[in-house]
């Protein structure tokens, strides 16, 4: 046994099924160890693509997804993913290969301080330097992707570590019990009582469910708590969400570029449920939020609760254990949901969205007719993946009657161009659903390659193109500030027959009544399918 088969049997023991990988320095024997113990190695034309699955995988699954690249650029190119990762939380290993441990810093080939360059987005980032340590490194590392708020880790293994011959009673012994759960954490009686009083006294609570809800598998406890106590509740634009199904309390997303529903700074009472103090909740200052509002935070990583302006009352919890102790504490003290104040925000979101709808302008094709397309097929279990500034701002406006943890947005980062390894993740996770990306013209040029390595490995989802000919979003803010775009229009480009040529299937749509029947045609496809509809230039408003 050579250290590249204990490192693939412990990815096994992990539960690890298939690694996201490109060929190269220093993979050679990683690579043929997880050919021979069928850990499925799914190739990519661009490491950013391999860190994207990778990441995609941790977001949707809950669970450590895996790349491996090899050393020096590569390596950079794959950090890519790492950052989204280490925006969202999301649980993600980047394994990279390097020359032997010997050589290094003597110049070697593609000789660079990995670690280095890893650590600030990673929670552990390591170089195993001795092989028999490989499973309580390994053990680390998953260990820390999972804790608390999850997050990145990174692994660099050398060539020598990895082609070393091991003798099994020389193996650090890891008293694991397999892949690790998410944080499980109850709060404190006394914090939960303070805050089911603060309930009872509220005439205005908001919700505020972000990405660590969805990590701590918090849907149903937020769902039973919304509802019980009739509280609105909204997710910041971009996190992962915790809305599995359509639901009456759900007002959407707040933070957007293209405003929202008057909310926040009408609450008297704001909960953070696994939710960031950022911009998309004014960092919590008036008037995003109103002076005089208590503002309550709830976390499983007890540093996020003192990240940016506090609050007034901090729970150390994961999210979904606080919900349910909420909802049992009023409950107990036979708290009346608050109805008036519930109609009222429902009012204002539906007044809200029709405003966007009708703002649409011109009689050609629109990123809303994407988007009714989409809403004609969805169901419970279909998987979206929204890539795109634009594009983005309109599907979140007018799909806010849902937002499931197994829908992808680019995450707190903002980043396009992780779509078409996001979807091909989807497929792999979960082959027997419908998986649709929306995506906008910038942003599918970035990873567009890899429909190729999606085609050829048997990863079939639909692709629904709006093609404005611009970096939508930019070009928007640039028109409004400056009378005019400024390096944010782009040129035509053949979408479908790019698509074909990557071996997948491209049709061109020029009326809005053939989007729907060639998205029902894709979802039935055993290829990767391009449906290119060019859109007029648009963006969302509550003007």
């Known amino acids: 046994m050579n250290g590249a ?113 890893a650590a600030p987005l990673c929670k552990y980032a390591e170089t195993i330097h001795h092989p028999e340590r490989i499973p309580q490194m390994l053990h680390e590392a998953f260990e820390a992707a999972m804790s608390g708020r999850p997050g990145p880790v990174h692994l660099t293994v050398p060539q020598d570590v990895l082609d070393a011959e091991i003798r099994a009673d020389a193996v650090v012994r890891v008293h694991d019990t397999g892949h690790p759960a998410p944080t499980v954490a109850f709060g404190h009686p006394g914090e939960i009582d303070r805050i089911a009083d603060l309930i009872s006294q509220s005439d205005r609570p908001l919700l505020v469910a972000g990405g660590g809800t969805h990590y701590a598998d918090g849907s149903e406890a937020l769902a039973e708590f919304t509802r019980s106590l009739a509280v609105p509740v909204v997710a910041p634009i971009w996190d992962r969400g915790a809305i599995p199904r359509p639901f009456e309390t759900f007002m959407g997303v707040v933070g957007a570029a293209s405003g929202g529903p008057r909310l926040l700074s009408d609450a008297d009472l704001v909960l953070l449920a696994g939710a960031a103090c950022d911009y998309r909740v004014g960092y919590l200052q008036p008037p995003a939020v109103h002076p005089d509002a208590t503002i309550v935070r709830i976390h499983a990583d007890a540093f996020q609760l003192n990240q940016g302006a506090g609050a007034h009352i901090r729970v150390a919890a994961d999210p979904g254990s606080a919900l349910s102790q909420l909802t049992e504490a009023a409950k107990s003290r036979k708290i009346a949901p608050g109805t ?44 979206v993946i929204i890539d795109g500034g634009n594009i983005g701002q309109w599907a979140h406006q007018v799909l806010c009657d849902r937002y499931p943890g197994h829908w992808l947005t680019c995450g707190a980062s903002g980043v396009v161009g992780y779509g078409i390894p996001a979807a091909m993740a989807a497929r792999l996770l979960y082959p027997g659903r419908q998986v649709i990306l929306i995506s906008g013209d910038g942003a599918l040029t970035f990873t567009v390659a890899e429909l190729e390595a999606a085609a050829r490995q048997g990863l079939p989802f639909v692709v629904l193109l709006a093609d404005d000919e611009a970096w939508g979003i930019t070009l928007s803010g640039h028109e409004a500030r400056y009378g005019r775009g400024i390096t944010s229009e782009l040129g035509p480009i053949d979408y479908a027959g790019m698509a074909k040529a990557f071996g997948a299937r491209g049709t061109r749509i020029e009326r809005a009544g053939q989007i729907l029947p060639a998205l029902r045609d894709g979802l039935d496809s055993e290829r990767p399918t391009l449906i290119h509809v060019p859109v007029d230039r648009s963006s969302p408003s509550d003007k």
Not at 343 to 358: G, H, I, K, L, W
Request: proline letters at 1%; a negative charge.
């Open 340 to 383: 008036a104040w519930l109609q009222e925000a429902t009012r204002r979101r539906d007044a809200f969205r029709r405003r966007c709808v009708a703002s649409r302008k011109g009689n050609g094709l629109h990123a809303l007719d994407i988007i009714h397309a989409v809403q004609a097929v969805l169901t419970n279990d279909t998987i």
């Open 5 to 117: 088969d204990l490192l693939v049997a412990e990815l096994q023991k992990k539960g690890v099924g298939f690694v996201a990988t490109l060929c190269g320095h220093g993979l050679d024997d990683l690579d043929d160890a997880c050919d021979r113990a069928g850990i499925r190695l799914v190739d990519v034309r661009n490491e950013q693509a391999a860190g994207y699955i990778a990441e995609a995988v941790g977001r949707l699954s809950r669970t450590v997804g895996v790349c491996a690249v090899s050393s020096g650029v590569a390596h950079v190119n794959a950090l890519t993913g790492v950052c989204n990762a280490h925006f969202d939380g999301a649980p993600m290993l980047l394994i990279t290969g390097s020359g032997p441990s010997g050589t290094a810093g003597l110049g070697h080939f593609q000789d660079l301080d990995q670690v280095a360059i």
